[in-house]
């Protein structure tokens, strides 16, 4: 069974041809087909990476795992009843 995640969650995600290295990450925001994420732990040998992405990246939630289990996307209307943080305030 697929988990729900949360912002402020800790999840895991693999290289692929999607994602461009290994890490453990938190979860900043749910997206309909997507979270981004701040890459919290990775390998030495991923640093450069890390750096060109400034510490952050947007992930498809078929390369999230959380417990070592495949994620699902939040439901439609758990997205549309956030606030939105980036519109401007008059």
């Known amino acids: 069974m697929a988990q729900v995640i949360t912002v ?3 999840v895991d995600v693999k290289k692929s041809k999607q994602v461009p290295l290994s ?3 938190t979860v ?3 997206y309909a087909n997507s979270a981004l994420l701040t890459i919290d732990s990775f390998s030495k040998a991923d640093k450069e990476v890390v750096d060109d992405l400034k ?3 947007i992930v498809n939630y078929k390369d999230i795992k959380k417990d ?3 994620v699902e996307p939040p439901a439609p209307e ?3 009843s956030k606030p939105n943080r980036s519109a401007k305030k008059k």
């Open 8 to 10: 402020g969650e800790t």
């Open 23 to 25: 890490f453990t990450g």
């Open 28 to 30: 900043e925001k749910l």
């Open 55 to 57: 510490q952050r990246t």
């Open 68 to 70: 070592g289990q495949a």
């Open 78 to 80: 758990e997205l549309d």
